[in-house]
């Protein structure tokens, strides 16, 4: 699964989500939360439903047909902590979910870039086998490593500017773009609960 | 980066010789052969002629065998040698030759494995092959070409996070070559460019990665196969303290078996 990296600025606000009843014979919404639970103790998952429409037409005759669909957007936090994931599918979404979390929490939530700090929590927390590092150094050269250890990270990470990296934890890659992009292939929801919890707790 | 090539022995001259009665190969008897053709070494160990030093056995992932470095001149290129005499400069061409070392592994099961630490080792390849020859062998290179690749890419078990294809002449497209990289922690989205191309060209490069246990190293090593001069190459420190030359016979015998 993709995901967005959010910064929350009230994370107190964040739970009255759930304040908002999930209504079943809900009008025609442009967004909507679907469905909103806790998991493993202190993990909240909220997933929206993003109503959109395939259009049809032709160049004389304009708009013939629309078909209906929609999207799911699943969205992971914790109580208090500073961060939370949002699943990135693309940007119209991410900003429509932003725009919506905004408007019925006031949690001051969003979109963030990876600095070399934040990726250096990351890395630090992953403990894996880095398999992808790319960096801009001092001169604005690009260079790509396509292994680096543990002491070549902390000394690139001091002088140059990360500009994404690929973690082999365990049996899984992840990879953290400067952009705030997170991409972990495995998109069972089990280890998906373990990764956000584990990452936001580490990065908090 | 260490280089790799490998090769299948046939026992060309001595039919009978080399072959135990498991069919195997005798390395005890192509370790003779090689103590007949000893490189030389001045008084401070540096080799001063071609051969082979330090033969030693080994049990290389469950497989034995032969180990030994190969010597061979290698010529690293030509300069100009300048002097100044009586108001005349003058420049030689001269010729910088030096004895280099090859790492080889020849395996019972008659693979022959030749380990190269930089491309300046890499020039003796030649030479080195030959000297393995004529311990009384004929060697076939193991291609790593197009087909090989394009299996590398479809196994199920590794996971190919870059490739290479050359020489695409594709209908309705001018395109000729393409070099591509892919994130390997996405399962979302698909490669379009790889969709593109992938039926199309001859493959000349794949980056994959291969399971692997071994203590310390991580389950999954990173390797790199190119068509050109059919090498392999993989971080030797990515194996972070397991053998070099385990997870290479490794590696090898799962190609093989591709």
């Given at each position: ?12 606000k964040?739970k ?30 909220a ?17 013939q ?25 693309n940007?119209?979404?991410l900003?429509e ?24 929590l ?5 403990n894996g ?76 | ?11 060309a ?8 009665h ?27 002629g071609?051969?082979?030093?330090n ?21 690293l ?65 193991f ?12 196994e ?6 870059a ?14 070559k ?20 992938r ?16 203590t ?11 068509n ?11 194996l ?19």
């Open positions: 699964m993709n995901f967005s990296l959010l910064k929350v600025e009230n994370p107190s964040l009255s989500l759930s304040r908002n009843k999930i209504n079943f014979f809900k009008k025609k919404e442009e967004i909507s939360l679907f469905h909103f639970n806790k998991i493993d103790n202190d993990l909240y998952h997933v929206f439903n993003i109503s959109d429409e395939y259009q049809v037409s032709t160049k004389k005759l304009g708009n047909y629309n078909y209906m669909y929609s999207s799911l957007v699943n969205f992971f936090f914790l109580d208090q902590n500073k961060y939370a994931f949002l699943e990135y599918i940007n119209e979404y900003e979910v932003l725009m919506e979390l905004n408007r019925k929490t006031r949690a001051s939530i969003s979109k963030i870039a990876i600095n070399n700090d934040l990726f250096k990351f890395n630090i927390d992953l086998t880095i398999k992808k590092m790319k960096y801009t150094n001092e001169d604005d050269e690009f260079i790509d490593l396509d292994f680096a250890t543990k002491d070549k990270f902390l000394e690139v990470v001091a002088s140059n500017t990360i500009e994404e990296i690929t973690v082999l934890v365990e049996n899984q890659f992840i990879t953290i773009n400067k952009n705030g992009r997170v991409s972990v292939d495995n998109s069972e929801e089990e280890f998906l609960v373990y990764f956000t919890k584990r990452i936001l707790n580490a990065i908090n | 980066m260490s280089s790799f090539t490998f090769y299948k022995l046939n026992t001259e001595q039919l009978d010789l080399f072959y135990t498991e069919e195997k190969l005798n390395l005890e008897e192509v370790r003779s052969a090689m103590s007949k053709k000893v490189a030389t070494l001045n008084a401070n160990g540096k080799i001063t071609e051969g082979f030093i033969p030693t056995y080994e049990t290389r992932n469950g497989v034995r065998v032969l180990e030994a470095f190969g010597t061979d001149l290698v010529n290129g030509n300069y100009f040698d300048t002097t100044f005499h009586n108001g005349d400069v003058t420049t030689t061409e001269t010729q910088y030759t030096f004895y280099s070392k090859t790492r080889v592994i020849i395996t019972e099961d008659s693979d022959l494995i030749l380990k190269f630490d930089n491309s300046t080792e890499e020039k003796a390849k030649g030479k080195v092959k030959a000297l393995i020859e004529s311990l009384g062998f004929e060697t076939t290179l291609r790593l070409d197009d087909s090989l690749l394009r299996k590398v890419q479809n199920e078990a590794f996971e190919w996070s490739a290479k294809i050359d020489r695409i002449d594709k209908e309705g497209d001018k395109t000729t393409v070099s591509y990289e892919i994130d390997l922690a996405n399962d979302v989205n698909p490669s379009q460019v790889d969709d593109a191309y039926e199309h060209g001859k493959m000349s490069h794949i980056k994959f990665q291969i399971p692997y246990v071994a310390g190293a991580p389950n999954k090593i990173t390797v790199s196969l190119y050109n001069g059919h090498r392999a190459f993989f971080e030797e420190d990515e972070d303290g397991s053998q070099v030359h385990d997870f290479v016979v490794f590696l090898m015998t799962r190609l093989k078996s591709l």
